[in-house]
DNA sequence: TACTTGTCGAGACGAACAGTCTCGATAACG
DNA sequence: CGTTATCGAGACTGTTCGTCTCGACAAGTA
């Protein structure tokens, strides 16, 4: 409660080469093979470090997953602004299939949804990657409302809901594969239903 | 290969009692607490079985979730016949959401999704559940195919896919329930978007 | 240059758990 | 009554998570 302000960081700091290598290692090793027991130890030892270093800094082994993970699915997703909604929807959605359809990404993406099943701290790290992404699409439906293209009361929820659903379900459940095809298709149908509201 | 015809059976049977105990404890430990650690040990001794009586029956612990999953969520959900595509889908999805939205359900559900990623012989079940209830739905939207509500070459599967996509990507990021002005909104959006290649 | 402080790699350790194995008892058949 | 397969019970092995301890090392401070 008193004043902290003295020695406001003192002694070794964070390895930032450690940090990556946890990371890179986690990832390379669910890729190695599907069945692969990726484990802590498996991962100190792959990456040169020791057990403690990575407990120091993450409370849980799906703690560590899930941070590659949403590294790994979150960025170098543009936000598309073709200047119409199925235009964005098309971009978008192909962008993130792409992605997504990755083998080694799906496989991540797979085992840490598993993980946020089971982990507490993983669950939370989820929710907020979820959500992030949820975000972003529904901010170009947003905008797509703003000009007028869909209704003001249209369920954009629902909508995010449908597009991240497929990805998700297809992944987990490995039914089909997240083609191209399958980006545009979704992409008309959603921009179709939005506007859809429109004229009742 | 030879005449196996002799002794088609002896000895004691399987104990169908144990079996029920066995599959009804699992979902109900499940249920006690979200983070209870759901082990089978705990699922012997609270139904008063020896480890051995389910490794006898089920390859693995997964084994066992699945099929405690699948009795619970795939039975008692009426295919629906209103004459409608609209009042089939919206039968059908009402009933579905509302199944999997109960709290217990949705917990079976969520942690059968996560051992489906780990156990080899969960995702086969898991497989085999989902491509059923995916018929199931499938057919729903074929007979309204054969009926002219809807496009010859309308992608049925992505349909399929939409609907069940919401349902596990809610139950599984818990983001938002699964109401029944959900199923009635979705059940909307995909009859129309079922029938809106037919008006090109 | 010494001193203090927090991180480093390494690995021992305990607890929890999956799955196997063995045991004597018991039920369904001939 | 003899054969056969399942039963409940629990000991046992192997694996993994997460904690704890150790001496070494780096980044500031005096």
Not at 33 to 55: E, L, M, N, R
């Amino acid at each position: 409660m008193t004043g902290d302000t003295r020695r406001p960081h003192t002694g070794r700091r964070r390895n930032e080469a450690a940090r990556r290598a946890i990371l890179d290692v986690a990832v390379e090793l669910l890729g190695r093979t599907d069945d692969a027991p990726v484990t802590i130890d498996t991962i100190a030892a792959a990456a040169g470090v020791g057990k403690q270093t990575i407990y120091r800094w993450w409370p849980s082994k799906g703690a560590v997953l899930l941070e590659a993970m949403a590294e790994r699915a979150g960025h170098d997703i543009p936000v598309p602004d073709t200047g119409t909604l199925r235009g964005d929807l098309d971009e978008f959605l192909t962008a993130t299939f792409r992605r997504a359809g990755m083998r080694l990404t799906a496989t991540v993406l797979r085992h840490s949804m598993a993980e946020a099943q089971r982990d507490q701290h993983a669950r939370e790290q989820m929710r907020a990657f979820v959500g992030a992404r949820r975000d972003v699409l529904r901010g170009v439906l947003a905008r797509a409302r703003d000009r007028g293209e869909i209704a003001p009361d249209a369920d954009l929820d629902l909508i995010v809901d449908q597009a991240y659903g497929v990805l998700w379900y297809r992944i987990l459940t490995g039914h089909a594969p997240l083609g191209d095809a399958d980006a545009s298709r979704l992409a008309r149908a959603l921009s179709d239903q939005a506007a859809a509201t429109l004229t009742p």
